[in-house]
């Protein structure tokens, strides 16, 4: 898994996009099998202001299934992405345990 990391509004060193991979690859390793790709997408909100506005959003592309998309936000770009990491887990989890536990109804053919 390998994500696509897009910051906005804020430099991003090569030490946090390597935090960004490590974090990901922790965070849904017990998926890995299931994700298609994973976007990062990293932004300042209000610029160099201060304050808690660094914005971290992952959407994760599942073949067959609808992307799951989520965010945070914190006072530290680092804070933002832990946060964010942990909130997919558990909607791929979530996706995950809803399409184990679909029964598909099984109906005999219909003779003509």
């Keep these: 898994m390998?994500?696509?990391i897009?910051?906005?509004g804020v430099k991003l060193p090569q030490v946090l996009r390597d935090y960004v991979v490590r974090r990901l690859q922790f965070a849904l390793s017990h998926a890995r099998e299931a994700i298609?790709?994973?976007?990062?997408?990293?932004?300042d909100q209000n610029g160099p202001k201060g304050g808690v506005d660094k914005q971290c959003r992952i959407q994760i592309t599942v073949p067959?299934?609808?992307?799951?998309?989520?965010?945070?936000?914190?006072?530290?770009?680092?804070?933002?992405?832990?946060?964010?990491?942990?909130?997919a887990a558990?909607?791929?989890?979530?996706?995950?345990?809803?399409?184990?536990?679909?029964?598909?109804a099984r109906f005999p053919a219909l003779d003509s």
Excluded at 75 to 83: C, N, Q, S, T
């Design 36 to 43: 298609g790709a994973v976007v990062v997408r990293i932004s």
């Design 90 to 104: 558990l909607a791929i989890d979530r996706l995950r345990s809803r399409t184990r536990s679909i029964e598909h």
């Design 64 to 87: 067959g299934m609808p992307s799951i998309i989520v965010s945070s936000k914190a006072g530290r770009i680092a804070e933002a992405i832990d946060l964010c990491a942990h909130r």
């Design 6 to 8: 897009v910051a906005k």
């Design 2 to 4: 390998k994500p696509t």
